[in-house]
């Protein structure tokens, strides 16, 4: 039996989020009406759903790097309290302050800027590359790649692969981190795919498809999850004859707070991948997946809501019974 539920690869990252009315234009100055590039929440895709899913019980092996290194003692404490290895986590250099800048607009739609994101590219040689050992994946039920340090894409491709894991991909429409060969490959191993309808067509723009739905020529494909906001989610699987049906399951709403939607995609892939974990059925996956997403929402950070397992099965319940 293996020691843990999922390998998480991926990025942790300092978020500063900088609250305005509407999207900055050119030529048009943007006032900030909230938040500061001085203050950062701990973020970051990776450590989105090492946190999540920790915070539900599940038991995880964290393969991260990050860029800024005012967050290696959070990072490294908090990887601790919850009894995850630390060996995965490759530090920065010491003069490193790469962050993430969230623009979000009164609609609560968000931008993302990286700075100091030249270092991280395959052609820089200001990090190191990561060394994925077999280790990091052969003890995992499963292996969830978030973004990766662009640096690092196609190691962490070739181990996933000769890892001969179970694979769910959580997009991300970053052509540095997803090149396109690494992406192609991605794409063929996985047998879960998140994404949001930007990246489904991002995906299809980027391999000339006719629907993404021809993603499942591959072998390994079982899922594509579909998330849609406030709209809801959809579950694309083969039926049992082999065509293509879907699921549609319900947003979630939040109980309280203001709709924070940084960190939302993650909790969502969080959410369903603990359901996975635990062997519900596919569409009960898909509104755990919501269900957690709704705590995220409700405040400011992406790990600051979480809830614990039971928190989250008790707003799940009140759903399901709907």
Request: glycine share 8%; charged share 20%.
């Amino acid at each position: 039996m293996n020691r843990y539920n999922y390998t998480v690869i991926g990025t942790a990252a300092t978020v500063s989020i900088l609250k305005v009315d509407n999207m900055p234009e050119t030529g048009k100055s943007t006032p900030v009406y909230e938040g500061s590039i001085c203050e950062y929440e701990n973020g970051g895709m990776g450590l989105n759903i090492c946190a999540a899913l920790g915070t539900l019980g599940l038991s995880i092996y964290p393969v991260l790097t990050y860029a800024d290194i005012r967050q290696k003692e959070f990072l490294h404490n908090y990887i601790k309290e919850f009894g995850m290895p630390v060996d995965g986590i490759m530090d920065p250099p010491q003069n490193s302050y790469g962050t993430t800048i969230m623009i979000q607009d009164s609609c609560k739609n968000h931008m993302t800027l990286i700075t100091d994101y030249s270092h991280r590219l395959a052609s820089s040689l200001f990090f190191d590359i990561q060394e994925i050992k077999d280790s990091f994946l052969c003890d995992s039920d499963c292996i969830i790649l978030t973004a990766p340090l662009p640096r690092n894409s196609e190691v962490i491709i070739r181990a996933i692969t000769r890892s001969k894991k179970t694979l769910a991909l959580s997009m991300r429409k970053d052509s540095n981190a997803f090149p396109h060969n690494m992406l192609e490959q991605a794409l063929k191993y996985s047998t879960f795919i998140f994404g949001n309808e930007i990246e489904m067509d991002y995906i299809e723009e980027e391999f000339n498809l006719s629907s993404f739905l021809d993603l499942f020529s591959s072998p390994f494909l079982e899922y594509i999850i579909v998330t849609r906001g406030g709209r809801g989610n959809s579950v694309f699987f083969r039926n049992a004859d082999g065509k293509i049906d879907e699921i549609k399951t319900v947003a979630v709403e939040p109980e309280k707070g203001g709709m924070f939607s940084v960190g939302a995609g993650d909790a969502f892939v969080s959410g369903f991948m603990y359901g996975y974990a635990k062997k519900y059925s596919i569409q009960d996956c898909a509104l755990l997946g919501s269900t957690l997403s709704s705590f995220v929402l409700e405040d400011e950070g992406s790990i600051t809501n979480l809830p614990t397992e039971d928190v989250l099965l008790d707003r799940f319940a009140k759903w399901r019974n709907k």
